[in-house]
Nanobody
Framework: QVQLVESGGGLVQPGGSLRLSCAAS????????MGWYRQAPGKQRELVAS???????NYADSVKDRFTISGDNAKNQWYLQMNGLSPEDTAVYYC?????????????WGQGTQVTVSS
């Protein structure tokens, strides 16, 4: 079983920055992919950014050039640096990973952290 713990959410003014962190623990061989999703009230959960074991990143169009995902495979931690935040970025942010286990792979989710962008 793999557990994900997030941190770094909060309230920030428009134009501000936040850094989210996610730490994974448990029994796994390696991370295949890590990422961040978000869900705003009344909307579906959407992919914000992802990074695979080779370091290839993928971003939602709405956050390109503002958000940066990075990972530390040795520590099983990954981060989302969010700059230029706007009220439209207000959502619960969930970290995610696909972990390679002894038998197969599985997806895991964090508990979510609230990000509120408001003046």
């Amino acid at each position: 079983q793999v557990q994900l713990v997030e941190s770094g959410g909060g309230l920030v003014q428009p134009g501000g920055s936040l850094r989210l962190s996610c730490a994974a623990s448990g029994t796994m061989l390696r991370m295949n992919a890590m990422g961040w999703y978000r869900q705003a009230p009344g909307k579906q959960r959407e992919l914000v950014a992802s990074i695979n074991s080779g370091g290839t990143t993928n971003y939602a169009d709405s956050v390109k050039d503002r958000f940066t995902i990075s990972g530390d495979n040795a520590k099983n931690q990954w981060y989302l640096q969010m700059n230029g935040l706007s009220p439209e970025d207000t959502a619960v942010y969930y970290c995610y990973c696909n972990a390679r286990l002894h038998i197969g792979s599985a997806d895991y989710w964090g508990q979510g952290t609230q990000v509120t962008v408001s003046s």
